[in-house]
């Protein structure tokens, strides 16, 4: 089974017209990244049939829809409703995620709530562009309660010294490794290849914190070398790799008119030469181990 593990899907109402949805929303910062003033535009959108014929085009079986890191809590409960409806709609297809915020007046009731409806983790999170600390005692309570769950919670990871582009938020790399030793047993995956975090597992000292930190792949080829790949397997093992591609985001400007799968799956394939059992790790079976 192929699964990429990092997507995003919108109504179409939202896409129509970003910039009338974030205004409604007060979501700034979403709309920066989706449609900035300065440079070029990298935001492609889908709707469920583009998606799906997109999916069967790349020989993807599943997605995990990934929520977005709302700045309001009511866009937060906003988008699980809209993915409570998508996995109601195509259960064999899509695998939700939660978007949560610990100014929600009931976080884990909203938690509890998604997990009845089948969600199978949080994020995509990014504590410093919603407005808090990592360390917010309502947010620890929604690491514990996925941690007890078995739930996998995904971070936006911003690398500490690398490209400038709009809506740039850091994410100190301390916080994750504070969040993994006060959560041994949380599954915390850190997207686009943790910022060049998993390079910190050669040190022998935090390798044995780190062990239940994964990493995504999502939005690589906009990032880095593809040579960064193959470094990532031999620095931290294929089974803590997870391939994401950021869909509908166009990670190949130069080379794609339209946002697809199999690009970057090939180019994965290619340029790290994944052998047979990386690529039933890498492409999926990490990630459904990761679901419980
Ligand atoms: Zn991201």
Same mark, same amino acid.
């Given at each position: 089974m192929i699964i990429d593990s990092h997507t995003h899907r919108y109504p179409s109402e939202v896409f129509q017209d970003p910039k009338t949805f974030s205004d409604a929303a007060s979501e700034e910062h979403w709309l920066e990244l989706v449609l900035p003033q300065k440079g070029p535009r990298l935001q492609g959108w889908a709707n469920r049939n583009q998606m799906i014929n997109d999916m069967d085009e790349g020989g993807i079986d599943r997605c995990a829809l990934l929520a977005w890191y709302w700045e309001k809590p009511q866009t937060c409960f906003l988008q699980n409703e809209w993915h409570a409806r998508w996995i109601k709609d195509d259960p064999n297809r899509f695998y939700a995620f939660a978007a949560v915020h610990p100014e929600m007046k009931d976080p884990l009731g909203e938690l509890t709530k998604r997990h009845e409806q089948g969600f199978f983790g949080i994020g995509e999170c990014h504590p410093w562009v919603q407005g808090f &600390?990592? &360390?917010?005692p309502s947010w620890l309570s929604c690491m514990e309660f996925a941690q007890d769950q078995g739930w996998p919670v995904n971070f936006h990871v911003t690398e500490p010294l690398g490209h400038d582009y709009p809506g740039r938020t850091a994410s100190p790399l301390e916080d994750f490794l504070w969040l993994a030793r006060q959560f041994p047993r949380l599954k915390i995956i850190l997207a686009h290849a943790g910022g060049l975090f998993p390079f910190y597992e050669l040190n022998p000292r935090l390798k044995p914190e780190l062990k239940n930190v994964y990493y995504d792949l999502a939005a690589c080829p906009l990032l880095y070398d593809p040579s960064l790949y193959r470094l990532l397997i031999d620095a931290v093992?294929?089974?803590k790799i997870v391939w994401g591609s950021d869909y509908p985001l166009k990670i190949y400007p130069g080379r794609q008119s339209k946002p697809d799968f199999s690009t970057f799956r090939k180019d994965l394939i290619e340029q790290a030469k994944l052998s047979d059992i990386e690529q039933e790790a890498i492409f999926g079976l990490t990630f459904l181990s990761l679901l419980n």
């Open positions: &600390s990592m &360390s917010n093992g294929h089974e």
